[in-house]
Nanobody, 125 residues
Framework: QVQLVESGGGLVQPGGSLKLSCAAS????????MGWYRQAPGKQRDLVAT???????SYADSVKGRFTISRDNAKNTIDLQMNSLTPEDTAVYYC???????????????????WGQGTQVTVSS
């Protein structure tokens, strides 16, 4: 009923930039917080950045000053602009959103958390 689709990953040299995008689609009534997480090989999935429906943002210390999360509520999309990338940023990046589904014209679901399929970001020379 709901899909989160990420795009924009790829291979970039150290010091370079990439922009990730995530679009939510389906029977959506409302979206609360959206965010980006990443998981490097052999490591746990960690929070990168989040943004509320009022565009209040939060960042992991490791990306502050380098990454910028933004949101378009009308399009149900978020972006992650990543600058000054280092090899330590190499990971699969996942989009995440807390969503209420539209069940009928007058009914909504509880809040559910959805994940995208992930997009690979590799920083290497």
């Amino acid at each position: 009923q709901v899909q989160l689709v990420e795009s924009g990953g790829g291979l970039v040299q150290p010091g370079g930039s990439l922009k990730l995008s995530c679009a939510a689609s389906g029977s959506i009534f409302s979206i609360a917080a959206m965010g980006w997480y990443r998981q490097a090989p052999g490591k746990q999935r960690d929070l990168v950045a989040t943004i509320t429906s009022f565009s209040i943002t939060s960042y992991a210390d490791s990306v502050k000053g380098r990454f910028t999360i933004s949101r378009d509520n009308a399009k149900n999309t978020i972006d992650l602009q990543m600058n000054s990338l280092t090899p330590e940023d190499t990971a699969v990046y996942y989009c995440n959103a807390d969503i209420r589904l539209r069940l009928s014209p007058s009914r909504q679901s509880p809040w559910y958390t959805y994940w995208g399929q992930g997009t690979q970001v590799t920083v290497s020379s």
